[in-house]
């Protein structure tokens, strides 16, 4: 199951609350970032790029409970930069799920055996590993060879401890869909709770900008790696809503809901969402008053939303959707249960 029932369960009651409340705008997952340092320069990342000054910070993990108390979402997934090089980043994963947040911990793996000490298995915990490809294609992505053998040391000895781990696989254009499709096998067999997946997104400051989907290339790329799924009989644990699914294959079509995953990060709350940077600001009150919101999504006719289908704006819509009747849940859980 790539959601846990609890985890479904709190969300979907916090999304009727807010319904109820006839809040409009309301956060899903919080994504906080509590530095940008990293120990790999992958090609595609648009983070390691910041001055040094802007490297060199860290938050705090008063600030990260104030900041995720501010907004209220009933998930946050930290990621960065690697977090596992923050020298608090026990207590701020910690102090969240007592919290009673659901923690998404994403790490390149390379330092997580080293570190598993520091945590405790819950399921408000969940190490997401990054993992885009079979050994070679990984360590050629993340521009260093081991990387791949050491992240796959790493979720076995989570999983052996009992910690839940799920993989984020970012697409790039050009990648092989039966290689994706041997990468989901290899992830399902290593026994992984769940996996996410999600189109690049050509970051500006990013060195490598060739390869980067565009909206027709990631629908057909995505049809045809679930046809293979498919065609092998496999039962990919996927950690998102089937509707998201079915948007990045083109089978329905969803506007941005950028407020659904704000950021957060040493440089405060960004507008409109961690991919564009259009300004920081100090509290998430100022961030959902402030943010023009009209100004981003595909019918904005901003061109920096054209083809952007990653998952920070697009979950979120999917996730209301599946809220919207009552054979649209019954699928979600179905979905989660399968
Ligand atoms: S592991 Fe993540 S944060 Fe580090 S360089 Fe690669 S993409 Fe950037
Ligand atoms: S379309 Fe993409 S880039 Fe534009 S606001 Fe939404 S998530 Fe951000």
Redesign the pocket.
């Known amino acids: 199951m790539g959601v846990p029932m609890k985890q479904m369960a709190k969300v979907g009651a916090y999304i009727f609350k807010q319904k109820f409340k006839g809040n409009r705008r309301f956060p899903l997952v919080m994504m906080l970032e509590p530095l940008?340092r990293?120990?790999?320069?992958?090609a595609?990342?648009?983070?390691?790029q910041h001055p040094e000054a802007i490297l060199k910070k860290n938050l705090d993990p008063e600030d990260c409970f104030r900041a995720a108390e501010e907004c209220g979402a009933p998930i946050v997934s930290i990621?960065?930069?690697?977090p596992l090089i923050h020298p608090e980043i026990d207590q701020i994963a910690n102090g969240l799920v007592f919290r009673k947040k659901f923690v998404y911990l994403?790490t390149?793996a390379i330092l997580l055996e080293r570190n598993l000490h520091r945590f405790t298995p819950s399921t408000y915990l969940t190490f997401s590993v990054?993992m885009d490809g079979l050994e070679k294609r990984h360590d050629e992505l993340?521009c260093k060879e081991g990387v791949f053998k050491k992240a796959v040391s790493g979720i076995k000895l989570a999983k052996k401890k009992g910690f839940r781990v799920t993989t984020n696989t970012?697409v790039f254009d050009g990648e092989n869909p039966e290689e994706l499709a041997d990468l989901f096998d290899f992830l399902t067999d290593l026994g992984v709770d769940g996996m996410m997946v999600s189109p690049g997104y050509s970051y500006e400051k990013a060195p490598d900008q060739a390869h980067f989907l565009k909206r027709e290339k990631t629908h057909n790329l995505f049809k045809e790696i679930m046809a293979i799924g498919k065609k092998r009989n496999r039962k990919w644990p996927f950690n998102h809503s089937p509707f998201f699914l079915d948007f990045l294959q083109g089978k329905t079509d969803y506007e941005c809901t950028p407020w659904g995953n704000p950021n957060y990060s040493v440089l405060g709350w960004q507008k409109p969402c961690y991919l564009l940077g259009d300004g920081y600001v100090p509290t998430f009150g100022q961030l959902m008053e402030e943010t023009v919101w009209e100004n981003y999504g595909r019918a904005s006719g901003n061109p920096k939303c054209q083809d952007c289908m990653v998952h920070c704006g697009y979950e979120p819509s999917a996730v209301q959707d599946s809220t919207r009747n009552l054979s649209n849940t019954i699928r979600s859980i179905r979905s989660a249960l399968a």
Request: charged share 10%; net charge neutral.
């Open positions: 940008f990293c120990n790999l320069a992958c595609g990342c648009g983070k390691i990621a960065g930069g690697e994403c390149n990054h993340v970012t």
